[in-house]
């Protein structure tokens, strides 16, 4: 399918058509992720919404803890902080 560039004010707007939207399951008004590959391809894609349980999952509880981690914990108040 060809489709072409259109000049939107200071913006350059692609128009999807619907059956596209369809397709790919989206709507107007719905956020996305646009990148580019190094062969010069463009990826449209829904944007993740994250979800603070989804990323503890993946966590390994037996990591050992950064090594920068060892210096906050020896460091001594700078200002105003409560202890």
């Known amino acids: 399918m060809e489709v072409i560039l259109k000049k939107m004010g200071n913006s350059t707007a692609l ?5 596209v939207l369809r397709d ?3 709507k107007a008004g719905q956020p996305l992720r646009l990148s580019t590959t190094a062969d010069g391809k463009v990826v449209l ?7 603070l349980a989804d ?6 509880p037996k990591a050992a803890p950064p090594a920068d981690m060892r210096l906050w914990d020896q460091s001594k108040p700078a200002g105003q902080e409560v202890w």
């Open 15 to 19: 128009i999807l058509p619907p059956p």
């Open 24 to 26: 790919m399951g989206m």
């Open 55 to 60: 990323l503890i999952a993946q966590c390994d």
């Open 45 to 51: 894609e829904h944007k993740r919404k994250h979800h």
